[in-house]
């Protein structure tokens, strides 16, 4: 099992940046991939980025392309979404989630999830 606890949320104005973090925990040497998604109030989940744990392939949800950018500290096994330039739009809870390499190759699919960190952004 692989927990995974989120940080970093909070309330911001619009045009402010802000940096998300995600500390890996138990089978860390399990993560094939990590990922961030979120959820805005009365929509569905969506995603918005995601990284390979060895390759540090990147990946991007076009509404936060050039604006949010994934990172990972296999040291510290924590990922990182540094937040810039920020929209009302990206108001949401943000989740933290894993993938080991089956559900990886499959389509980037993770296998454990945080339990999320709110961002409110307000004008």
């Known amino acids: 099992q692989v927990q995974l606890v989120e940080s970093g949320g909070g309330l911001v104005q619009a045009g402010d940046s802000l940096t998300l973090s995600c500390a890996a925990s138990?089978?860390?040497?399990?993560?094939?991939?990590m990922g961030w998604f979120r959820q805005a109030p009365g929509k569905e989940r969506e995603f918005v980025a995601r990284?390979?744990?060895?390759?540090?392939?990147?990946g991007y949800a076009d509404s936060v392309k050039g604006r949010f950018t994934i990172s990972r500290d296999k040291a510290k096994n924590t990922v990182y979404l540094q937040m810039n330039s920020l929209k009302l739009e990206d108001t949401a809870v943000y989740y933290c989630?894993?993938?080991?390499?089956?559900?990886?190759?499959?389509?980037?699919?993770?296998?454990?999830w945080g339990k999320g960190t709110l961002v409110t952004v307000s004008s």
């Open positions: 989630a894993a993938g080991q390499v089956g559900s990886w190759i499959r389509g980037y699919g993770m296998d454990y």
């Open positions: 138990g089978r860390t040497s399990s993560i094939f991939g």
């Open positions: 990284v390979s744990w060895n390759a540090d392939n990147t």
